[in-house]
């Protein structure tokens, strides 16, 4: 069975910074486009980042505009592992973070494109 775990969630000040992981088993990563989403109470989950191959072993990154210049997503095939290194880190930041495989995503901001979703961790920024 397919699990995504995210880790790496708190309670930080603004200004601040986190590193979320995603660690993933039962397939590779390498050959899935892998996604950040997050969802803060009674808004709808929203696209934070993606990490897409592009050619062999190239990958391409992209981002929200609201967290362009402060986020940056990265993987670490060998371990199965994704990350989200989240500098600079503004209240309303503030949500649960999601990571998402899925393969054949044409679109990277929806999240109908995506197979397969951890169970979220929670950031609260404080100001």
């Known amino acids: 069975q397919v699990h995504l775990v995210e880790s790496g969630g708190g309670l930080v000040q603004a200004g601040g910074s986190l590193r979320l992981s995603c660690a993933v088993s039962?397939?590779?990563?390498?050959?899935?486009?892998m996604g950040w989403f997050r969802q803060a109470p009674g808004k709808e989950r929203e696209f934070v980042a993606a990490?897409?191959?592009?050619?062999?072993?190239?990958?391409?990154?992209y981002y929200a505009d609201s967290v362009k210049g402060r986020f940056t997503n990265s993987r670490d095939n060998t371990k199965n592992t994704l990350y989200l290194q989240m500098n600079s880190l503004k209240p309303e930041d503030t949500a649960v973070y999601y990571c998402?495989?899925?393969?054949?995503?044409?679109?990277?901001?929806?999240?109908?494109?995506?197979?397969?979703w951890g169970q979220g961790t929670q950031v609260t920024v404080s100001s």
């Open positions: 990490t897409r191959r592009n050619g062999i072993s190239d990958y391409s990154e």
């Open positions: 039962q397939f590779t990563t390498r050959t899935y486009t």
């Open positions: 998402a495989a899925g393969r054949g995503v044409v679109d990277i901001s929806r999240t109908s494109e995506y197979d397969y």
